[in-house]
């Protein structure tokens, strides 16, 4: 944390440099001491300062200056600072424009030049104003600070960004927090460039992209090998588990990740079947955990950026990515996961990211504290979301077509569940529209037995009604299953077209697709077991069919 700041202002260099040296001696332990013969450079300073999330405690002014009155200044710097202390330097014959000031800029104090000795006429005064300023202190959160609209799509993109990467920011609500508005306008911009990403430096960025945080913020990492011996498409579970065997067992590694790392299990806010965790751990902290393993053991971590193809040729591998150069590999393991399934109902595609998320129940939990929050799914992911949403919301609904959770949510959530009082299950019941204007304000809900329907005031839908695999982005001739998923193994003897493709006299491995050197693990294979443990031990075996897909190339 920086030190708070004690400002001086005066034309006069002489006093300038006695004032600042006065100050200095007595202060500068806990204080940093700012001085400028210039008001407007001091205002310019301001807004820098602001932006940097640096405070002032202290202003010290001349009255008689060219460029603006010290009155003038205080009135313009208390827009910026409105709890800094502000005293005036006056000479005696200012005394009545100091008495003025009292009323106009809250004055808090006029010192007539000189102060000789300090010790009686400016350390006595000085101390009283900042002991009262220090008694209702807060320090200003250092680090990232995003400022936009709470039902903002593309804030709702900015703060899921930083959240899923593990990167700690403050959320400021423009129609909620003054400072908010406070930082806008000192910056000269408007509502339309929100969201604004303030780094702790004092530069921003408005309506950036991820790739355009990531840069800023130094998350882009390069690509240090011309060749690699695997590219891993994917860092959720099943994808870190392969960064961390494959560099470990000292194959030149590189992860490639759309978002960020963790997947699914990233969003997931307690996982309590991971085997050595009896008390559960959350998704954030394993993907923690994961990535700094598997970067420490010396794998590669490219993100954000997506994988668009792969080419073959020769028997290397070309991963082709959606913007940026060609990765060269003798091997490719395929993790990308599921993505949600949307939810196809009027209103739903408009309000997504206004009050409409899909599986993203940690990032804007805050924000649900006393509301009405309803959630689509009968699964653990919606058991799960439920439970870490009633710590906050006032009620919680879940809304499932069938008539409880039995067959479709593990018993110990279903005994969480049954013990909130504030989560509601409504059995028989779909969502059939959501209303609002430019946020989720009602729902539509259905009896699907009855067909009596009813609108429901609703502050947030957390929709999880199961996935579809990523694998649209595939373009190569791999094998995929009826709905998409990625076939491996000896299921492929199944598929007509697999003599085609297949040209080895021996059988694919386990874990191997149609194309021979390209591996499939975790939830994005056909007949996967939708678990962490699951895809973590995929995503380890596949790397030891690496080394023998390897060894006979
Ligand atoms: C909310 C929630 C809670 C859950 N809780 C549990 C639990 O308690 N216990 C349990 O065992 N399981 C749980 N699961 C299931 C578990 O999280 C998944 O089975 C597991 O994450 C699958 O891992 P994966 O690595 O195969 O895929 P994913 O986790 O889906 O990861 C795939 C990754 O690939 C990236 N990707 C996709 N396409 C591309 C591309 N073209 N280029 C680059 N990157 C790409 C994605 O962004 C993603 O990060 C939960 C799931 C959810 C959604």
Redesign the pocket.
């Known amino acids: 944390m920086n030190l708070p700041i004690i400002f001086s202002i005066d034309d006069d260099p002489q006093v300038l440099r006695s004032i600042s040296r006065d100050l200095k001696i007595k202060y500068s332990k806990e204080y940093k001491i700012l001085s400028t013969s210039s008001a407007q450079e001091a205002l310019d300073m301001l807004t820098e300062l602001k932006n940097s999330a640096d405070v002032v405690a202290l202003f010290l002014c001349d009255q008689r200056m060219p460029e603006m009155e010290g009155v003038e200044f205080l009135e313009k710097a208390m827009l910026i600072y409105p709890d800094a202390k502000r005293v005036l330097l006056t000479a005696y014959s200012d005394t009545e424009a100091a008495i003025k000031a009292i009323n106009e800029v809250k004055l808090d104090y006029y010192l007539i030049k000189p102060w000789d000795p300090p010790e009686d006429k400016l350390y006595p005064v000085i101390n009283d104003l900042l002991d009262d300023w220090q008694s209702d202190y807060i320090p200003e959160f250092k680090g990232i600070r995003v400022v936009g609209f709470q039902f903002s799509p593309l804030s709702h993109v900015v703060k899921d960004y930083l959240a899923s990467n593990l990167i700690p920011y403050r959320w400021m609500d423009i129609q909620t927090n003054p400072d908010a508005a406070n930082l806008l306008s000192i910056n000269k911009l408007t509502n339309d460039d929100l969201p604004m990403l303030l780094l702790d430096d004092g530069t921003f960025l408005t309506k950036p992209s991820i790739k355009e945080i990531a840069a800023k913020i130094g998350k882009n990492p390069e690509i240090v090998h011309d060749m690699y011996d695997v590219v891993i498409?994917?860092?959720?579970?099943?994808?870190?588990a392969a960064a961390v065997y494959g560099a470990s067992e000292g194959l030149k590694t590189l992860m490639?990740?759309?978002?960020?790392?963790?997947?699914?299990?990233?969003?997931?806010s307690?996982?309590?079947?991971?085997l050595g965790f009896p008390s559960g751990l959350s998704?954030a902290d394993l993907t923690r955990r994961a990535i700094s393993q598997a970067v420490r053991l010396g794998a590669g971590f490219l993100s954000p950026?997506?994988?668009?193809d792969i080419k073959q040729k020769d028997g290397y591998k070309t991963i082709v990515l959606e913007d940026g150069p060609e990765i060269i590999s003798r091997s490719v393991i395929i993790?990308?996961?599921?993505d949600y399934r949307k939810l196809e109902v009027k209103g739903v595609a408009e309000l997504t990211g206004a009050g409409i998320y899909y599986?993203a129940?940690t990032t804007e939990a805050a924000a649900c504290r006393d509301k009405n929050v309803y959630i689509i799914g009968g699964g653990?992911?919606a058991g799960?979301?439920a439970m870490y949403l009633s710590k906050f919301a006032c009620n919680v609904h879940i809304v499932i077509r069938k008539d409880d959770l039995t067959s479709t949510m593990s018993s110990y959530l279903i005994d969480q569940i049954g013990h909130t009082p504030n989560i509601h299950v409504l059995g028989n019941t779909e969502v059939i529209e959501a209303k609002g204007d430019g946020c989720l304000e009602k729902l539509v809900l259905i009896n699907v037995k009855t067909k009596e329907t009813r609108e429901e005031e609703a502050s947030a839908l957390y929709i999880?009604i199961g996935a579809k695999p990523?694998t649209d982005?595939l373009k190569l001739d791999i094998l995929k299953d009826e709905k998409g998923f990625i076939e491996t193994g000896r299921e492929l003897r199944n598929y007509e077209n697999f003599k085609k493709t297949w040209k080895l006299k021996r059988d694919p491995f386990l874990l191997e697709t149609s194309c021979a050197g390209i591996f499939a693990?975790?939830?994005?294979r056909s007949g996967?077991m939708?678990?962490?443990?699951?895809?973590v031990g995929e995503?380890s075996m596949a790397i030891s069919f690496v080394h023998k897909y390897l060894a006979e190339v």
């Open positions: 498409i994917g860092a959720g579970p099943a994808g870190l490639i990740e759309r978002k960020a790392p963790g997947g699914q299990a990233g969003t997931s307690r996982i309590e079947n991971y998704g950026q997506s994988v668009s993790t990308t996961g599921v599986g129940a653990n992911s799960q979301a999880f990523y982005w693990a975790g939830d994005v996967a939708n678990r962490v443990a699951s895809a995503g």
